[in-house]
């Protein structure tokens, strides 16, 4: 009996979901990752955007799907109130290197204000300690193009030049939708300067 009982427990505790994502006051892990700025390669690395200010850190599942959209514009929109707080945006997601340059080009999304990066193989989320879920078959982005890689959960750190995470917004947790990761992580940046 108390073998199938630990066996049971270790079975659940393996199946369960053994990331959390990182809390205010942590250090935050330093990446470098390529990506796309403008439709343009674009290298990006924590520790040098640090020493210019906070950095915005969000992590979203894929482009060209509705909520992914709405904050990559909504980011674009608000661009300039976030350099003027001294801020960097980097945007996160699992998508390739062509996908992405097409997206940060995209007036409707990036509209080339802000850098995204490819964490294809998802490393840079494992590190912040963030759910990946597998590409799921047949799933479609809004131009009904198929989507084909693992999806990051929508979570926004927002790190301090000192390298501490001073705040971490999700819309499982924390209820927000995508644009209020937007106007919560600029009222920080705002708010530390």
């Known amino acids: 009996m108390k073998k199938l009982i630990l066996s049971t427990a270790l079975t659940i505790a393996m199946a369960s979901p053994a990331f959390a994502a990182l809390k205010v006051g942590d250090s935050a892990p330093d990446f470098s990752a390529s990506g796309s700025l403008g439709g343009k390669p674009f290298n990006f690395h ?4 640090l020493k210019k200010g906070p950095v915005v850190v969000y992590f979203y599942p894929s482009a060209y799907t ?8 909504t980011f674009a929109e608000q661009s300039d109130k976030f350099a003027s707080a001294g801020a960097t945006i980097i ?16 007036p409707k999304f990036c509209a080339g204000k802000f850098p995204i990066a490819s964490d294809a193989d998802t490393k840079i989320a494992q590190s912040y300690a963030l759910n990946v879920t597998p590409p799921r078959a047949g799933a479609k982005d809004v131009n009904q193009v198929e989507i084909n890689h693992a999806f990051i959960e929508r979570v926004t750190y927002v790190i301090g030049k000192d390298g501490k995470i001073l705040a971490s917004l999700s819309s499982k947790t924390d209820g927000l939708s995508p644009d209020q990761h937007v106007d919560k992580s600029l009222a920080i940046v705002t708010a530390s300067k």
Request: net charge negative; hydrophobic share 35%.
């Open 46 to 49: 924590l520790k040098d955007a």
């Open 66 to 73: 509705g909520g992914c959209d709405l904050e990559a514009h």
């Open 91 to 106: 945007g996160v997601s699992a998508d390739d290197l062509t996908r992405l340059h097409q997206f940060s080009a995209d």
